[in-house]
């Protein structure tokens, strides 16, 4: 079946711009994550969400940064004011909530603020 | 929090020869340890995985080990190949229930095998 999706694959903005980052999970799948990889670097955690509970946000690295996810499928990443060192790869996970761990990530959105 | 370290950050090895990944972790709690493999421009793939309950997992030429007590867990790759060549992470994460859990990574190695 169909993996994790995200667009856009590619974004250019300019710095104190607002930018949205969307993620379609694997169907059926209730656990979704946001990881960012900046140039060289590992992953870096930012937020998480499981099924209908409150999302752990303990990643994100400052209040620019919110997510949401509608109707327990799409998730979309905001960066609001976006500043360069926002510049990275952002990566969408997702996985079965219960008894299967792997967590299936998506092609990545690149993200350049200029 | 959990915090993950790796090394070596960078590994080049023959073809035909044995590659060994470390990763030591600070959470005794965490239960779940995957490793990833990133080619470049692509997305991480999970290679191979290992809960808490088992010392060592294997398929194929890849192997998993893990230590509970000194906390810490090694990839081993036998008999290399080009394609072999990437980045590898290692994470750990805090599953409980059966639930999953974020994955905290360590900062990869570069494993690059020479035909």
């Known amino acids: 079946g169909a993996g994790v999706s995200q667009s856009p694959s590619n974004k250019v903005t300019e710095k104190g711009k607002d930018v949205e980052l969307r993620c379609d999970p694997i169907?059926?799948?209730?656990?979704l994550y946001w990881y960012r990889q900046s140039l060289g670097q590992g992953l870096e955690f930012l937020i998480y969400?499981?099924?209908?509970?409150?999302?752990?946000k303990s990643g994100l690295p400052s209040d620019r940064f919110s997510a949401e996810r509608t109707g327990g499928s799409v998730s979309t990443l905001t960066i609001q004011r976006t500043q360069q060192e926002d510049s990275a790869v952002y990566l969408c996970?997702?996985?079965?909530?219960?008894?299967?761990?792997?967590?299936?990530f998506g092609p990545g959105t690149r993200l350049t603020v200029t | 929090g959990e915090n993950v370290e790796q090394h070596p950050s960078t590994l080049s090895v023959q073809e035909g020869d044995s590659a060994v990944i470390k990763c030591t972790y600070s959470?005794?709690?965490?239960?779940?340890f995957p490793w990833y493999k990133q080619e470049l421009g692509k997305r991480p793939q999970l290679i191979i995985d290992?809960?808490?309950?088992?010392g060592e997992k294997k398929d194929q030429r890849i192997a998993v080990t893990l230590n509970k007590t000194a906390k810490h867990f090694s990839l081993h790759i036998t008999e290399t190949q080009p394609e072999d060549s990437a980045v590898y992470f290692c994470?750990?994460?805090?599953?409980?229930?059966?639930?999953?859990?974020?994955?905290?990574f360590g900062t990869g190695t570069l494993l690059a095998v020479q035909p």
């Open positions: 169907s059926g799948h209730t656990a």
């Open positions: 994470a750990a994460s805090l599953n409980y229930g059966g639930a999953t859990n974020k994955l905290i």
């Open positions: 959470d005794s709690a965490s239960n779940y």
């Open positions: 996970a997702s996985s079965l909530s219960v008894g299967g761990y792997e967590q299936y």
């Open positions: 290992i809960r808490s309950n088992v």
């Open positions: 969400f499981q099924g209908n509970s409150a999302p752990d």
